[in-house]
């Protein structure tokens, strides 16, 4: 019986009423209202925020039937109604001028009639205040604001309409002050988004505004930890292990591979991407689903103004927690919303500086970004030729080094310059060598390295073995005798597959493979 999983789906109740597959987080909910009075939540996008919204929705608005056999179900003795006021922000037209005010309107004006009450007062925030008051008034109980994706209008338009998004930022900031001196009328304050700007007054007006994006207690309070996957998704797992030709294990490391990584706090549990997880499963395929769902075009520009190497972030970059859980539009550290959007995650915590270790969580969203990273780097012509990087491996697995060389070639051949602007080429052959054996670890083994003293690339294929060494204005002799004399065939001469050491010469000059030779 092929089971109904909740793809997408943001609505706790549609879940619950449809026999949909649920992962039960409700523990985390129960945890939460209960120990907590408002608090913020930062998460990246597709990771469940907007259904925890609607979670805590239902359950104030004491809809006890959706949670039964939940574990909330068992801790609830007393179920009370609150009146709630919902604010979903991930839909609008926020480049437009009234956009974000008429979202806002449209809330509180919902609100009003569901709960047949009026509201007075002219400016949106006399209004909110206004609600908040006479459902107080009319209902006897505390209200429960719940603002979910506070960011997006922000996101939307602060690369395309930076006017737009102080705009919007400003309306932010009389707005949601007003629930600042209004505690006794309030039962629970919750806000989810990507990204935590510091400029925004929601953070600076709401000092009760606990975040908890970096707490250990809530880290699997959104995904799905290695114990949820195997409890709850037995069936699919096995499915797609027997489709692919996989053991249960096996099927289980691609699993790991592709979507698993992520940890939102230093000592806390590891989740899956729900979204592509769920995705894998309903379509029995294994592929870059929420990469798919969001070009990183604000990643991109703040990665091309910034310092930072490709490296870099491959190989890991430290970050302390100030850094991680706020953010300035006018910073030029990309580092923070590598984080926040999900690109980069925690991989290790130094207690004692307060300084995290972040890396790409998997895959999945290590080579989607370097993928969307081939037009800027390489030049559209090789953007809108993609099979040049499959052709080079092709080459790599027949043992065709001759043909491998000139595909490289032909890839830096099509890299186009400002006329009249020669490169700082160093630097960009760098980048561009480095993007181009990433990506083929899409596809093989690829060890990359540019540091001093290992091997700048091994690649490993089914029937051979590559050790390159690349070098910049010398000799490939040079490139061969530091292969040797720094022995980085050794460790692969016992395997059973043909040993081929390479070194290639680049010519800043000639910007391209000016020789090589197989040693």
Not at 191 to 217: A, H, M, P, R, W
Request: aromatic share 14%.
């Amino acid at each position: 019986m092929v089971r109904i999983l909740p793809v997408g789906v943001q609505s706790f109740g549609d879940i619950r009423t449809r026999g949909m597959v649920y992962v039960d987080k409700t523990e985390y909910v129960w945890r939460l209202v209960n120990s907590l009075n408002s608090c913020f939540l930062s998460r990246p996008r597709r990771f469940g925020k907007s259904l925890l919204t609607s979670t805590l929705e239902c359950y104030f608005l004491g809809k006890k039937e959706l949670f039964k056999g939940l574990y909330i179900d068992k801790q609830e003795s007393a179920w009370t109604e609150y009146p709630v006021i919902a604010f979903y922000l991930s839909g609008g037209e926020y480049k437009e001028p009234n956009g974000l005010s008429d979202m806002l309107q449209h809330t509180i004006e919902q609100a009003a009639r569901k709960y047949d009450v009026t509201v007075n007062g002219q400016t949106l925030a006399v209004r909110f205040k206004s609600l908040i008051e006479n459902l107080w008034d009319k209902t006897g109980c505390q209200v429960v604001v719940l603002v979910d994706e506070y960011d997006k209008p922000l996101l939307d338009t602060m690369i395309s309409d930076p006017e737009q998004e102080k705009n919007n930022r400003d309306l932010y900031k009389g707005f949601f002050s007003v629930l600042k001196d209004m505690d006794d009328y309030l039962r629970f304050v919750f806000f989810t988004g990507v990204t935590k700007f510091t400029q925004v007054s929601v953070f600076s007006d709401l000092n009760q505004l606990i975040d908890i994006s970096l707490n250990d207690e809530y880290s699997g309070l959104c995904g799905i930890t290695e114990k949820e996957l195997i409890n709850c998704f037995d069936p699919e797992i096995h499915i797609m292990a027997d489709k692919y030709g996989l053991s249960y294990d096996e099927c289980l490391d691609r699993l790991r591979e592709m979507y698993d990584g992520y940890h939102f706090s230093g000592d806390g549990v590891g989740v899956y991407n729900p979204f592509s997880l769920l995705s894998a499963f309903t379509n029995q395929r294994l592929s870059r689903y929420w990469y798919r769902t969001g070009t990183p075009t604000i990643l991109m520009k703040k990665l091309n103004d910034s310092s930072i190497s490709l490296s870099q972030i491959t190989d890991g970059i430290d970050a302390d927690e100030d850094e991680l859980q706020d953010y300035r539009v006018d910073d030029d550290d990309p580092i923070p919303l590598f984080y926040q959007t999900g690109y980069l995650t925690i991989c290790g915590y130094d207690r004692e500086f307060n300084l995290y270790s972040l890396k790409f969580p998997n895959n999945e969203v290590k080579y989607g970004f370097f993928n969307s990273l081939i037009s800027s780097v390489l030049g559209s012509a090789n953007k809108e030729n993609p099979t040049s990087l499959r052709r080079i491996l092709v080459d790599l697995r027949k043992g065709d080094i001759p043909s491998f060389i000139n595909r490289i070639k032909s890839l830096f051949g099509a890299i186009p310059y400002p006329e009249g602007q020669a490169p700082a080429y160093e630097g960009e052959w760098s980048r561009q060598i480095f993007l181009v054996l990433s990506l083929m670890g899409a596809y093989t083994q690829c060890e990359v390295h540019m540091a001093t003293g290992r091997a700048d690339c091994v690649v490993k294929t089914s029937d051979y073995i590559y050790v390159f060494e690349f070098k910049l204005d010398k000799t490939v002799d040079e490139a061969l005798e530091q292969i040797d004399a720094k022995d980085y065939a050794i460790p692969y001469s016992a395997d059973g597959r043909k040993l081929f050491k390479v070194g290639v010469v680049f010519s800043s000059e000639k910007r391209n493979i000016a020789d090589y030779r197989i040693g």
